[in-house]
Nanobody, 127 residues
Framework: QLQLVESGGALVHAGGSLRLSCAVS????????IGWFRQAPGKEREGVSCISSSGSSTNYADSVKGRFTISGDNAKNTVYLQMNSLKPEDTAVYYC????????????????????WGQGTQVTVSS
């Protein structure tokens, strides 16, 4: 079983930056990839970015490419999402999730492939 806890959400002005953290605890013998998702009011939860268990593979939604960067710190069991040049349309609750994989280099960014979820952290970008 894995537990995930997000932090770092806040209210920022457009053009600003935030760094979200996803602390992973618990134990599993399986490899797992970490994905960041977001859900805006009235919209479905969408994949934003992901990183593989090995850290060698990452992926980004088109809407955040060039602005967001995902990274991991194995020593701290934490995955980060650095968000720059924030826009009002980035406003959402951001969730991190872990998906069990059989290959270390696989990156998962689809909601139905994730097995464990955090509780979410609110990001609000004012115009």
């Amino acid at each position: 079983q894995l537990q995930l806890v997000e932090s770092g959400g806040a209210l920022v002005h457009a053009g600003g930056s935030l760094r979200l953290s996803c602390a992973v605890s618990g134990f599993t013998r399986d490899y797992y990839a970490i994905g960041w998702f977001r859900q805006a009011p009235g919209k479905e939860r969408e994949g934003v970015s992901c990183i593989s268990s090995s850290g060698s593979s990452t992926n980004y939604a088109d809407s955040v490419k060039g602005r967001f960067t995902i990274s991991g710190d194995n020593a701290k069991n934490t995955v980060y999402l650095q968000m720059n040049s924030l826009k009002p349309e980035d406003t959402a609750v951001y969730y991190c999730a872990a998906g069990i994989t059989t290959v270390r280099a696989v990156c998962l960014m689809k909601r139905n492939l994730m097995d464990y979820w955090g509780q979410g952290t609110q990001v609000t970008v004012s115009s």
